[in-house]
């Protein structure tokens, strides 16, 4: 697997648009600034991880799938769209 480094500025590394938060990874040789996602701010990182999970349960799992993960098979489609798909069926 090749890994990308981030180049975040403002999210201190903890939001998902963090390609090394949102794939459940420690920064490592980032271009970030003041970064919160490393083994130093554990704690922090834990509050942050905790809190998208809250929003979405499905926010840290690879973006494309293709193997059974519970009720929901993934057949190569993005999960974005299989959980909204998802979602919608629960929320009528």
Do not use: W
């Amino acid at each position: 697997m090749i890994r990308k480094s981030c180049n975040c500025r403002n999210s201190r590394c903890l939001k998902l648009y963090c390609e090394c938060f949102s794939s459940g990874l420690y920064c490592e040789r980032c271009n970030c600034t003041n970064c919160s996602n490393s083994v130093e701010s554990a704690d922090e990182r834990q509050e942050a991880v905790e809190a998208v999970l809250d929003r979405n349960l499905i926010a840290f799992r690879p973006k494309i799938a293709s193997n059974n993960i519970g009720r929901i098979f993934f057949d190569g489609r993005h999960n974005k769209a299989v959980a909204s798909l998802d979602f919608s069926l629960h929320s009528v």
